[in-house]
């Protein structure tokens, strides 16, 4: 009875072995009461650049809380392909990222689902989505952590703080008032650059506004710089002769002040003059404005000219003055025959003046000023 047990139990590890080739431990067996095994659960795939000690039936959590479980774990390429069947409730979009990590200081490790966080979340994840392995990566293990804790703390220089703090020690010992007032005016500062911050940040916005201007203008830059050196090489090829234009205009400026400390009363004088002359100029100003608005309608004035010409005929007053003191004013004067034409009029005892005149202004009364004499219609050659 023991031998056929014994065959019996040999028999069933062959067949086991027969018919399942795939056998990986208890790992490779679905457990129950998983996640990521109910109803409307589905499957999603993800690259992952390294697995660690992540196995088959490892936990799928989304923000600390399972959703899923992995149900694969396979080789492509130089990264691992993971499977896993996650609740038909879980609602992430289709770019999330997946991520290594690990459950507590020293617990399990499980994948991390996550949505995006320096993209906008875009589609969701549904049956048969992959995530790629550019959107895969791993939290730091606990091993990793203590790894750089250990190198920090052997080769960081953790053994010199000692040495450190004695150096400042000493080099501070006997100068904490110094110490002190260094640290109220650095705080000082510190507050004057907090004050100042808004018209820091306006400089480098304007300092950066005018690189980008500079910027746009590479073109013109380039072509100045190319063309300064040969502008700078022909002043070079010139320096003589300019230094020679710089002597002669030195020569011309003595020259010109020396004229004008010779000249300047005559120079003065002149102004002074010429200031008599525009003042008088200008007094006269509205006469002479006056003057040349008769000018283009000589001899009727450009004010009264439409009062003149009305259509097809124009309107005339004339006044004639034909006696011999008017006469001898308007043609005679300043000749030899001046006054004679005057004087034979005072002998007749009829002249009526309208100026004084060298030959009346003299005449007492009732000859007198002509100017304020009335006209009388019978006065006349």
Not at 128 to 148: F, K, V, W
Not at 226 to 251: F, S
Not at 275 to 293: D, Y
Request: charged content about 20%; hydrophobic content about 40%.
């Amino acid at each position: 009875m023991m031998a056929r047990k014994r065959i019996g139990i040999v028999l069933a590890l062959l067949a086991l072995v027969a018919s399942g080739c795939g056998w990986r431990g208890l790992n490779s067996v679905s457990l129950p009461g998983v996640e990521g095994l109910g109803p409307g659960s589905f499957t999603v795939q993800a690259q992952m650049p390294d697995v660690d000690n992540v196995e088959q039936n490892s936990r799928v959590r989304v923000g600390d809380v399972n959703v899923g479980t992995v149900t694969k774990i396979e080789r492509q390429g130089w990264h691992a392909l993971v499977t896993m069947r996650l609740n038909g409730d879980v609602d992430l979009p289709a770019n999330a990222t997946a991520k290594v990590g690990q459950t507590s200081l020293l617990g399990s490790q499980h994948i991390e689902l996550a949505p995006p966080t320096d993209v906008p979340p875009q589609g969701k994840l549904r049956e048969g989505s992959l995530i790629p392995l550019s959107s895969a990566g791993a939290y730091p293990t606990t091993e990793q952590a203590l790894a750089a804790i250990a190198l920090l703390l052997n080769g960081g220089g953790f053994g010199n703080l000692g040495d450190i703090t004695q150096a400042l020690s000493t080099a501070f010992s006997g100068r904490e008032s110094e110490l002190r007032s260094l640290i109220e005016q650095l705080d000082q500062a510190v507050g004057y650059l907090d004050d100042q911050k808004g018209d820091i940040i306006a400089a480098s916005e304007s300092l950066n506004h005018l690189m980008g201007q500079i910027a746009e203008q590479k073109p013109v830059v380039d072509k100045a710089l190319r063309t300064i050196p040969e502008a700078l090489e022909v002043l070079k090829d010139q320096r003589e002769n300019l230094a020679e234009v710089l002597a002669q205009l030195g020569k011309f400026s003595a020259l010109a002040a020396d004229s004008v400390n010779q000249t300047k009363e005559a120079l003065v004088a002149e102004l002074k003059d010429l200031g008599v002359v525009l003042q008088e100029l200008a007094n006269a100003g509205p006469a002479l404005t006056r003057a040349l608005s008769f000018l283009p309608t000589f001899p009727f004035p450009k004010e009264t000219l439409t009062n003149w010409m009305r259509g097809d005929y124009a309107n005339l007053t004339l006044i004639v003055d034909m006696t011999l003191s008017r006469i001898d004013q308007g043609f005679f004067t300043g000749t030899r025959f001046e006054c004679n034409l005057t004087w034979l009029e005072l002998q007749w005892g009829r002249t009526i003046g309208q100026m004084p005149s060298p030959c009346n202004h003299n005449v007492p009364p009732p000859g007198g000023n002509p100017l304020l004499k009335p006209y009388r219609w019978d006065q006349g050659p």
